[in-house]
Structure formats: C-alpha cells, structure tokens
C-alpha cells in the first residue's frame, strides 16, 4: 500500500491506494475519482475502454465518501492535483458511503459544528489540523531540546490557580474538585525539582463568554524554569514562537495554501518583538496619534469596501453567461468578497467604539480585545507587554521591586488581530508575601499549604508562561475562530459531537 503523498516516487509504476472518495465526476466513457487517503488528494481516472466491465461498474456506483482500494499507474500530469494522476486497473469496495450530508457548496457554520466529526474530513478542517501538529511537534522539539523535562500536572485540583470565578466543578468522593484552569502551581512545584520543566495538556475555563478566543477547554504549553527572571521569560517565549512559525512555513506550504493564509505575514515573524510596559501601552493608547489612525483605518476600510463592492458587480453581471466550472469558482470568489465585506462593516461599526475606548483607557484597566488589537495595529511580530497593575493580575505575581502596585508579568499578544497567545510572569517567592497575597485574594491557605512550602524549601527567583494552542493555531492557520482550531471544540453552547 502506498500513501498519496508518497506517490511521486512512484511515477510509472502501479500502486495501491486506500481511501475515500473525495470528489466523483462522471462523463460517458470517463470517470474522475479524487481519492483522499488522509496524506493527500490523488486524481484517478477510470477508462471504459481500459478496466474489465466490472470495474467500470464498480467506479459507477462509487459517491462521494465511499472507502476503497483502488490500483492504477501513476503518470505525472501538472494540471492534476499534486501533479500526478492515477490510470486505474482495478477498484475494490470497502463500503458505499450513504448520501453525504457535506457538499462542496457552502453550509452555515452551525450545520458544521453539529457535523464536526464528518467535517474534520474537508480540505481547510484537514489543513488546519496538519498545522496544529507541527505546531505540538515544534513545541516538543524547542523544549526537549533546550533541556526542559515534560512533566504533567494533574487535572482534578483542590485549588484555583487563575481566579475563582471560572472554575468548572466536579463531585470528587463527596468533596469538591475542580478541573484544572492551568499547571502552573504544579509546574513551580516540578521546576524545584528539575530546573527547567513544561507541562502540555487540557484546561478548563467555565468561560461564559461566546467569543472567537475562548474555549471551555483548551491546551495549554507551560514552561517553568528555576532562576529565571521576568527578561530570560520573555525572550524565551520569543525565540519559542520564532521557532514554531518557521517550522509551520517549513512544513505547511501547502496546508497554508489551502487556508488561504497570507504567508508574507508569517515570514516577518523574527525576533526582537517589540517589549512595552503596561504604563506605555496606555499611554500610546490615550494619544492623539492612536485617534489619527483609526480614522486613517476608517478611510482605508470605506475605500476597500468600494472597490469590493465594484468587484462584486463585475462578478455578478458575468455569473449569467459563465460556464459550470467558471460558476463555481464565480460562487468562491463571492462568498470570500462577502466575507471580507462583513469584515470590514463590523470594523466599521466597532472604530468609533475603540476611538472611545482607547482614548478612556485608564491607568489599571486590563487590557480587553480591541486594546490588544490597536497596541499590535502597526506590528509584523507579536508584542509582548509587561509590567501590569497587580490588582488585575493573578495573586501568584512577584510585584516589582520598584514599584509595589506593578506585577513582574508578561503577555504576548499576536498580530493581525489575534490577541494574547501568552501569558506568564516571575512569581512571587517569598513565603510571607505569598501568604499575605493569598489572604487579599480570599484563597484558602489550607489547600495551597504545598503550594506556599515551595517557598520554605529552597525558594528560588523562579519564572514561567503559558501558551494558548488553539490560539496560536488560530493565529498561525489564519482562522477567525478557535473553534476550527481543535479537532472537537468544547464552547459554552457546544458538547456535541
Ligand atoms: O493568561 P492565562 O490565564 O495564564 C495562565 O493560566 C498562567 N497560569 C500561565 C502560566 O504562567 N503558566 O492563560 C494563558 C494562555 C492565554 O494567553 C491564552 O492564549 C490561553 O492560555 N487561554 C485560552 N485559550 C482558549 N480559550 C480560553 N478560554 C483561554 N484562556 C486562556
Ligand atoms: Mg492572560
């Protein structure tokens, strides 16, 4: 058996392939399989005149979806998929797929959803995946190669470790257990014992919001090292994300094709990103000039709506006379126009509300999506933005020491409107301070006793982060939702598949 991606080595020779029927194309003595097989797409072509009558048979009852074994000589063709094109010899039916309920025409959103285990089988679903296990893999790659040690932090906790008021809650044998909202807390704990550790695994968030960033559940990457302060922090999570997007534009020409991703953007992503404080972050949000530039945005999206609008009439007034093939791509070019068009009027609509916000962002708000898309507005690269007031950070923070009302943490928010993909900091490692923290966050001292006892043993300047996946691939993959970002999403409104 041969994959399809492993086909050009067999030009000229026959090979055997098991898959699914991606596409099925009938004409009187033609028929045109594209067979999918999970590593990519084959053109097969099935000649009357060529296969037994059997065969001719068997292709003609193939639909769409149909599993087989088909066997054929592979010939080099440019105009087809992957260059390549099957002669078929022999065909051999694993199942006849029922009528698919997904089509090559658009279906809404929440069809999809409720089909996701079916839908993983599309081409952008299937792309987008692709991508999200590069990312994994080039997440494993930087750490074990740096020394880190992989290590996992339980999902039943007794603690909160990000805040109390999203915690999902579980009957634990008559007591109360929660899942895990972060490993960070264990990761300390294991950092002490091994100096430099990362956890990956599930998180969970109780999140009542419906936005495109949020998921109830969700995996999250958490180095902690041992003596490493808030500056070795961040340029950490720098040379990490420069890493993960060169091995994704290494590996996913192609998936990022398929995903119509702008992958100019993606090869700016060098380091240094720019560093600002929390302080200058809000001061560059109240100025003059953040208020010239929305309304130069304002410009640019009325302009661009125009001339999409021209483009949109150009099309409709050739749909009439155009061919099948011609039609459908017409039908593509439309449905991306009109995506865009949504785009830019709900840009539109939200410019005077960010004019208004930015320019009323006070000193110890934290920071909200469209803060965070106007701080990386001109950027290529992320930002990473540190020093935030600790009233609205976590009680695990180590202040810093100039300046007790500043938190020593960071987060690293993505260009082109992706928001924060990080979030991290030093921590606090002094026992007494620790305590104190805990009390004005109202925690219970009894559950994080382990937790303060790293302070008394030992305790060291210690520092980590947390990288958001779905985010990231979102942000890599050019998605506007995490939602497509994991294979089964788990939202607010959402348990089903
Ligand atoms: O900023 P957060 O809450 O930080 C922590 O949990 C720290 N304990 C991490 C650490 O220092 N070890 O979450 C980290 C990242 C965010 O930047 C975001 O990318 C992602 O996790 N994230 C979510 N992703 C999807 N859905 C949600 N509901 C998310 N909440 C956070
Ligand atoms: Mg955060």
Not at 82 to 87: A, D, K, S, T
Not at 332 to 361: C, T
Request: charged content about 30%.
């Amino acid at each position: 058996m041969v994959y399809i991606n492993e086909i050009p080595e067999h030009a000229g020779k026959q090979v055997t392939l098991k898959g699914w029927v991606y596409n099925i194309r009938t004409s009187k003595k033609l028929i045109f399989i594209i067979v999918r097989d999970g590593s990519g797409l084959c053109q097969s072509v099935v000649a009357q005149d060529d296969v037994p009558q059997e065969v001719w048979e068997k292709a003609s009852r193939l639909q769409q979806e149909s599993a087989i074994e088909i066997t054929g000589m592979v010939n080099v063709d440019e105009r087809s998929i992957g260059g390549h094109e099957l002669h078929v010899r022999d065909i051999n039916i694993f199942s006849i797929a029922e009528e698919y309920p997904i089509t090559p025409k658009e279906h809404g959103i929440e069809f999809l959803m409720e089909h996701r285990h079916l839908w993983l089988r599309s081409r952008k679903q299937w792309a987008a995946m692709r991508i999200r296990n590069t990312i994994i893999y080039a997440i494993h790659r930087f750490f074990q190669e740096r020394g880190f040690i992989q290590m996992d932090a339980p999902i039943f906790t007794g603690n909160a470790a990000e805040g109390t008021t999203n915690l999902f809650e579980t009957d634990y044998f008559d007591r109360k257990a929660y899942l895990t909202q972060s490993g960070q807390l264990y990761g300390e704990a294991m950092a002490m014992a091994h100096g430099k550790i990362y956890t990956f695994g599930p998180t969970f968030r109780a999140e009542k919001s419906k936005t495109r960033r949020h998921l109830t559940e969700f995996w999250m990457i958490e180095p902690e090292m041992a003596f490493y302060d808030l500056p070795m922090n961040m340029e950490l999570a720098e040379e990490m994300i420069v890493f993960i997007v060169q091995e994704v534009l290494e590996n996913n020409r192609e998936e990022l094709e398929i995903l119509e991703r702008n992958v100019g953007k993606l090869e700016h992503i060098k380091a240094p990103f720019p560093r600002i404080s929390y302080t200058e972050a809000v001061k560059k949000l109240n100025s003059p000039e953040m208020q010239e530039k929305l309304d130069t945005m304002k410009r640019d999206r009325k302009r661009e709506a125009e001339e999409l609008k021209d483009a949109l009439t150009a099309l409709n007034s050739e749909f009439g006379q155009a061919k099948k093939g011609r039609k459908f791509q017409i039908d593509r070019k439309r449905g991306e126009i009109n995506a865009r068009l949504d785009q830019i009027e709900e840009d539109l609509r939200n410019i005077p509300v960010w004019k208004n916000s930015a320019l009323g962002k006070k000193w110890g708000e934290d920071f909200g999506g469209s803060d965070e898309t106007l701080l990386t507005m001109d950027e290529v690269t992320p930002v990473m933005v540190y020093g935030y007031p600790a009233e609205v950070k976590a009680f695990y923070m180590k202040r810093d020491p100039q300046n007790d009302e500043i938190a020593l943490g960071v987060d690293m928010i993505a260009p082109e409107g992706y928001g924060e993909i990080i979030g991290g900091g030093q921590r606090e490692d002094n026992h007494e301070i620790l305590m104190q923290r805990l009390k004005e966050h109202n925690l219970p001292e009894e559950q994080f006793r382990w937790y303060l006892e790293l302070r008394k043993y030992g305790s060291v300047p210690h520092s980590g982060f947390g990288l958001g996946l779905e985010r990231t691939v979102a942000w890599l993959c050019g998605l506007q939702h995490v939602r497509e970002t994991i294979p089964f999403p788990r939202m607010m409104g959402r348990l089903y598949p």
